[in-house]
């Protein structure tokens, strides 16, 4: 599947929880594999790490425009959401700049395969 969302308005439900709605900037999302595999290429962070948290995603690739990367605004969201991710084996992120919140967010999971990449550098590892 691939679909791209611009400026439209998506709601992040979670059971127990108030319904939260949001404005996208630009994203494409391109899914696969039942939607197990995710890759998504955004311009704007909002709502976007509400509307992931605890989905059963074993793959998720972020990315932003050009060159540089995505940008993380929402840091307590993207750490909180990416924690949630309890069946995600695969990761990798291209960002326009590490921040603290990429390595909080990695820590205590359980992923096989993690490409970091940002400023002309990467850093990859996997598991056996």
Same mark, same amino acid.
């Given at each position: ?93 291209? +960002? ?28 990859? +590892?996997?598991?056996?």
């Amino acid at each position: 599947m691939y679909c791209t969302l611009d400026d439209c308005h998506l709601t992040a439900c979670g059971e127990g929880e108030v319904n939260a709605s949001y404005t996208t900037g630009h994203h494409i999302w391109l899914c696969a594999d039942g939607n197990r595999e995710l890759s998504i290429y955004l311009d704007d962070d909002t709502g976007l790490w509400e509307i992931l948290h605890g989905l059963s995603i074993k793959s998720l690739s972020l990315d932003g425009w050009g060159v540089s990367g995505c940008t993380v605004n929402h840091e307590k969201s993207f750490s909180q959401t990416i924690a949630s991710l309890s069946k995600l084996e695969k990761l990798d992120i291209t +960002m326009d700049e590490f921040t603290p919140c990429v390595w909080e967010a990695l820590r205590g999971l359980n992923i096989k395969s993690l490409t970091l990449s940002s400023g002309g550098w990467e850093v990859i +590892m996997q598991s056996r």
